[in-house]
């Protein structure tokens, strides 16, 4: 593949991966507020305040119920906040890939200690994302997850061994 096109190509993925990274922000910024928001519905003016929007709004203990539908504040709430850490562990594993993008599209090699500690930070994140999607949403598809973080932890150390490879090589030119 000539250099041109993986330029090209690198070019796009670091488009494609900043526009996520900031998806994946501005999504972790709208939970953030929108947890803060349900933790605060828990005042009883704010209770009050929805009265005149909803017909039966009662608030017994933690619970919300609106129109006969219960909400656990303190559980919304923070499930909110976890989905918000996740997409901001999500965030920076993009932040990472992008850095990976970024060095391949100024010409660098990737046989540098570099790229396999920025591949051990992507699978560290993700692994960080992992967890927490499995505490909110329980422990379905853990084989799977545990898989693909164990390839991608595992391709950092194949990047490891080429630098080492390369600069073998160097010593005996």
């Given at each position: 593949m000539s250099i041109d096109k993986i330029k090209k190509i690198t070019r796009i993925l670091m488009i494609i991966l900043t526009v996520l990274e900031y998806l994946f922000l501005f999504v972790s910024i709208g939970m953030l507020i929108?947890?803060?928001?349900?933790?605060?519905?828990?005042?009883?003016?704010?209770?009050?305040?929805l009265k005149p929007e909803f017909d039966n709004v009662v608030c017994q203990g933690t619970n919300l119920i609106l129109d006969g539908k219960i909400f656990s504040i303190p559980m919304f709430s923070l499930?909110?906040?976890?989905?918000?850490?996740?997409?901001?562990?999500?965030?920076?594993?993009?932040?990472?890939?992008?850095?990976?993008?970024?060095?391949?599209?100024?010409?660098?090699?990737?046989?540098?200690?570099?790229?396999?500690?920025?591949?051990?930070?992507?699978?560290?994140?993700?692994?960080?994302?992992?967890?927490?999607?499995?505490?909110?949403?329980?422990?379905?598809?853990?084989?799977?997850?545990?898989?693909?973080?164990?390839?991608?932890f595992s391709v950092s150390f194949i990047f490891d061994y080429g630098c080492e490879l390369q600069e073998e090589v160097d010593e005996i030119l």
């Open positions: 929108l947890s803060g928001i349900v933790w605060l519905a828990k005042s009883p003016n704010v209770i009050e305040s499930g909110a906040f976890g989905l918000a850490v996740e997409n901001i562990s999500i965030a920076i594993a993009l932040f990472f890939g992008r850095s990976i993008c970024k060095c391949i599209y100024n010409g660098e090699t990737p046989f540098q200690h570099v790229f396999g500690e920025k591949i051990r930070h992507i699978s560290f994140f993700l692994l960080i994302s992992f967890i927490i999607r499995c505490v909110i949403d329980g422990f379905e598809n853990i084989l799977s997850m545990f898989v693909i973080l164990f390839i991608i």
